[in-house]
């Protein structure tokens, strides 16, 4: 593979060199990467994604092919070890249009834990282990990596993961992501309860494996910008409320009046979180008409897509609020609608930490708020959207278009 003569930050880069890992079995795992020792900015221009940890990220550049493709082939494919494919879209800062020519590299711990070198060629023999390499985004913002899952630190609490870094076309330097961690790992959820993964940097790093013979594949979109200090390019002007494409959609507890889960606080992600879901939340500007026509719209989604997707209301109105009347209101509802697909929910407040319902962020005084979500992660979401023929095909074509590639393969067993 022709590489590279000259690279990015080259004084880095050798003191890098001389930070290479000892043998596979008595390295210490990659240190974390923190801001600490700073490197000085000589032109004073704010690091976009803030400082990386002194010849950290510099290694990116290590190696690197000068023609890169959108798909790669790792070391760790053909060693031992679970068959891995990540796959997915890279998009800008809005969460929609695909973004081309963006480099991506990755690394990862071996099969046992450890960034083991190897001596074929130099840039297999840093710290960042032999596991290693990069993709390059096509015209539609896709990319393909084959490796093998990593092994977790040995005796330490870290949940196995895959590091990430990329390199815009148009930013003068890289920053890394949210580290890749495997949703099917004992370790991710008492790792997460020490250190939660607020404001996760391009987007949620959770992957759900799915099985496809001896192979798992895990689908992966990356929102450019995405919490990234220092990016210089914002969202979309407009109506705020609800996460951000490509955030988690948390866990919360709404109160079912009407549907399948009547009488009880079902957690929507938790236990229809395999496929598709739609959570459409109304506050305290209801048009009741409008609620109808699209309460009808999304049953006969329902029923046209089947186990695929799952459909919630969730309303909340601070004006003579009370329990009872909330049930009633949302029982008679469903009858009238003939609802028997769309679940009709209610909280105390879109504020309430009881049942969760404020880790949604949701504006109450919007219209409407519609997250649109896939394997509990964030793929879409509108704001104030009437209930019109355009606006039900937007809808309909958002679920289309997020489904992904690899809807109907199976999931590991693990619990």
Not at 71 to 96: A, C, H, M, Y
Not at 188 to 206: E, M, V, Y
Not at 288 to 296: Q, T
Request: net charge neutral.
């Amino acid at each position: 593979m022709k590489t590279q003569t000259t690279f990015l930050h080259t004084p880095a880069v050798l003191i890098c060199l001389l930070l290479v890992s000892c043998n596979s079995h008595g390295q210490t795992p990659l240190p974390k990467r923190t801001p600490q020792p700073q490197r000085v900015q000589t032109d004073r221009t704010p690091r976009v994604g803030g400082e990386c940890e002194e010849g950290y990220c510099e290694l990116m550049y290590f190696g690197m092919p000068e023609d890169m493709k959108s798909e790669d082939t790792s070391p760790g494919w053909n060693e031992k070890g679970q068959k891995l494919i990540v796959t997915g879209t890279v998009f800008k800062i809005d969460g929609r249009t695909p973004a081309p020519n963006v480099i991506i590299y990755y690394h990862q711990t071996d099969n046992d834990g450890y960034y083991s070198p190897r001596t074929d060629k130099p840039e297999n023999q840093t710290r960042h282990g032999h596991i290693r390499g990069w993709v390059k985004t096509d015209a539609n913002g896709k990319y393909t990596i084959r490796t093998n899952r990593p092994g977790p630190y040995p005796g330490r609490e870290d949940p196995a993961h895959i590091h990430l870094m990329v390199k815009e076309p148009e930013i003068a330097n890289e920053y890394w992501l949210d580290d890749l961690v495997f949703d099917d790992d004992k370790r991710l959820i008492p790792f997460r309860k020490k250190h939660p993964a607020d404001a996760p940097r391009g987007g949620s790093g959770t992957l759900f494996p799915l099985i496809k013979g001896d192979m798992q594949i895990a689908e992966h979109d990356i929102i450019l910008g995405l919490n990234i200090p220092n990016y210089p390019k914002e969202q979309p002007a407009g109506l705020r409320s609800g996460l951000d494409i490509g955030d988690n959609q948390p866990s919360f507890g709404p109160y079912h009046a009407f549907g399948p889960d009547k009488g009880t606080t079902a957690c929507p992600v938790c236990r229809y979180g395999r496929f598709q879901g739609v959570l459409y939340f109304v506050g305290n500007k209801p048009n009741w008409i409008e609620i109808r026509a699209w309460i009808a719209f999304l049953e006969q989604e329902s029923v046209r897509r089947g186990k695929f997707l799952k459909v919630y209301f969730v309303y909340w109105n601070a004006k003579d609020y009370s329990e009872e009347t909330r049930r009633k209101q949302l029982d008679q509802l469903g009858t009238e609608l003939n609802v028997r697909n769309v679940a009709l929910t209610f909280v105390p407040s879109f504020a309430d930490t009881d049942t969760d319902a404020d880790l949604n962020k949701i504006d109450p005084l919007v219209e409407n708020t519609f997250i649109i979500f896939r394997q509990r992660r964030i793929v879409d979401k509108f704001i104030g959207l009437k209930p019109t023929v355009e606006n039900f095909r937007l809808i309909s074509a958002s679920l289309d278009r997020t489904k992904g590639e690899f809807f109907d393969l199976p999931e590991p067993e693990h619990d």
